[in-house]
């Protein structure tokens, strides 16, 4: 398995960025799809963004698309998302997910179908 630990979270103004990573150990990291969750309270889980195994193609919830992007590192075993213009709606605790898959081109939203999860990093914007 894969354990996952996420970093970067804090407290931000409107309009800044935050630069979240999740590291990685374990498994041969380049075997996971990834992706970025956030629970704000009250609310159900919904997907933030995803990346394929290697990299090459990333997808983005419509609330996030344009102000938002993730990447990775494979040699490095950690997936970053890069949050600009921040909006007190984004305010959230984003968890990282790993979707173990054979199929390099796989691409998800469905948190049922990740295997891993980190324990989250709180995210707070003020306005």
């Known amino acids: 398995q894969v354990q996952l630990v996420e970093s970067g979270g804090g407290l931000v103004q409107a309009g800044g960025s935050l630069r979240l990573s999740c590291a990685a150990s374990g498994r041969t990291f380049s075997n996971y799809a990834m992706g970025w969750f956030r629970q704000a309270p009250g609310k159900e889980r919904e997907f933030v963004a995803g990346i394929i195994r290697s990299g090459t193609s990333t997808y983005y919830a419509d609330s996030v698309k344009g102000r938002f992007t993730i990447s990775r590192d494979n040699a490095k075993n950690t997936v970053y998302l890069q949050m600009n213009s921040l909006k007190p709606e984004d305010t959230a605790i984003y968890y990282c997910?790993?979707?173990?898959?054979?199929?390099?081109?796989?691409?998800?939203?469905?948190?049922?179908?990740?295997?891993?999860w980190g324990q989250g990093t709180q995210v707070t914007v003020s306005s």
């Open positions: 997910a790993a979707d173990e898959t054979t199929y390099v081109y796989r691409r998800t939203s469905n948190a049922g179908d990740y295997d891993y």
